[in-house]
């Protein structure tokens, strides 16, 4: 099985500021624990990172008929983006959404997410574990992966 996570504006700032809300560590250990993740559980995996929403677009495209599954944390672009969810839906590759922190307790612009309902699942305030989580749900549906 292939994953291409993809991650959006600003999470390469990751642990620089705002630990309260998106933890201490930086976006090189949340690499890190995806990667460890994979190679246990035997996924290939491909983590891509662009403050661009064309360039997030250009990545799903390329994923068409290359990947299995795509766990996605647009950041800022989800609730924003309508060229995301559409590019998701292009190329049918079942997505999870991510998040870290929990959007739906934020401030109100942080509850409307445009790329749900491309995706088959979305996994939110479980922190950097929120993307193991997303993983286990592509790799083994609802039953071993938790909710979908
Ligand atoms: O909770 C999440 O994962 C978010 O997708 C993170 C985004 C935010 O815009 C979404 O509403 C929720 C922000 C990404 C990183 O932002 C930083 C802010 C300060 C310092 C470092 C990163």
């Known amino acids: 099985m292939k994953i291409l996570v993809i991650n959006g504006p600003n999470l390469n700032m990751l642990g620089i ?3 309260d809300i998106y933890g201490k560590e ?18 290939e995996v491909e983590i891509f990172q662009s403050n661009h929403e064309g360039e997030i677009v250009d990545k799903i495209q390329s994923a068409y008929k290359k ?10 672009y989800t609730h924003t983006s309508v060229a995301i969810p559409d590019a998701i839906k292009a ?15 934020r401030e109100p612009y942080r509850r409307v997410s445009y790329v ?5 699942g979305s996994v939110v305030g479980e922190g950097f574990g929120g993307y193991t989580r997303a993983i286990d749900l592509l790799a083994f549906g609802e039953k071993e992966g938790g909710r979908l």
């Open 17 to 19: 500021r705002e630990p």
């Open 91 to 105: 190329v049918g590759i079942p997505a999870v959404e991510v998040h870290i922190s929990d959007v739906s307790r």
């Open 26 to 43: 930086d976006y090189n250990a949340l690499c890190g624990m995806i990667n460890a993740h994979c190679r246990r559980l035997g996924i």
């Open 67 to 76: 990947f299995d599954g795509i766990v996605i944390n647009p950041a800022a």
């Open 116 to 120: 749900r309902e491309a995706c088959v």
